[in-house]
T-cell receptor, first 113, second 113 residues
Framework: AQSVTQLGSHVSVSEGALVLLRCNYS??????LFWYVQYPNQGLQLLLK????ATLVKGINGFEAEFKKSETSFHLTKPSAHMSDAAEYFC???????????WGAGTKLIIKP | DVKVTQSSRYLVKRTGEKVFLECVQD?????MFWYRQDPGLGLRLIYF???????EKGDIPEGYSVSREKKERFSLILESASTNQTSMYLC????????????FGQGTRLTVV
């Protein structure tokens, strides 16, 4: 069965520091990969997605992610954290089906002033 | 502006009550989903629907049912609410393609007392 692993349920960084949120997936073929963000008391919104056009994907709010097939990873990064980045981040995989997403457990990003 | 609207942000219900959670989307999407979100568990799929009157069980369908009589509306029903169904419920919709973005509602925080 497909699975998605997000390392660290909580990640804490200082404002201005590099943000790195890790995501690994299990799949025998390259899937579609997504990062979503959830701000407090809100639904999820798409940050970025990988659909095989390019391995480095740029998203909203300065985030980007790199697809590494050899490592089955799709880590999310941002060069300089801002207080407004405090949220929960979810990695998701769409294997090859036309409707089902498989979700990681989420990582809460905490920004220290 | 595309929208998925859930009928309530907060609900408090008593054990044994029948509970209806409503979700409406205005994007003419074929696929609609109900998820449950609990801390540390990510999003777990309860039911999804890929067409009017069609439904498929997700990972945790026990204690829930759904109804999709119109394309834009997908209802989640708790037949007899129990305290272990206290959770955040998220509705989402997508086009029928693996690489498409999922649009989420704001969520309904249900407390069963």
């Amino acid at each position: 069965a497909q699975s998605v692993t997000q390392l660290g349920s909580h990640v804490s960084v200082s404002e201005g520091a590099l943000v790195l949120l890790r995501c690994n997936y299990s799949s025998s073929v390259p899937p579609y990969l997504f990062w979503y963000v959830q701000y407090p008391n809100q639904g999820l919104q798409l940050l970025l997605k990988y659909t095989s056009a390019a391995t480095l994907v740029k998203g909203i709010n300065g985030f980007e992610a790199e697809f590494k097939k050899s490592e089955t990873s799709f880590h999310l990064t941002k060069p300089s954290a801002h207080m407004s980045d405090a949220a929960e981040y979810f990695c998701a995989v769409s294997p090859n089906s036309n409707y089902q997403l498989i979700w990681g457990a989420g990582t809460k990003l905490i920004i220290k002033p | 502006d595309v929208k998925v609207t859930q009928s309530s942000r907060y609900l408090v219900k008593r054990t044994g009550e029948k509970v209806f959670l409503e979700c409406v989307q205005d994007m003419d999407h074929e696929n609609m989903f109900w998820y449950r979100q609990d801390p540390g568990l990510g999003l777990r799929l309860i039911y999804f629907s890929y067409d009017v009157k069609m439904k498929e069980k997700g990972d945790i369908p026990e204690g829930y049912s759904v109804s999709r009589e119109k394309k834009e509306r997908f209802s989640l029903i708790l037949e007899s609410a129990s305290t272990n169904q206290t959770s955040m419920y998220l509705c989402a919709s997508t086009l029928p393609s693996g690489n498409t973005e999922a649009f989420f509602g704001q969520g309904t925080r249900l407390t069963v007392v």
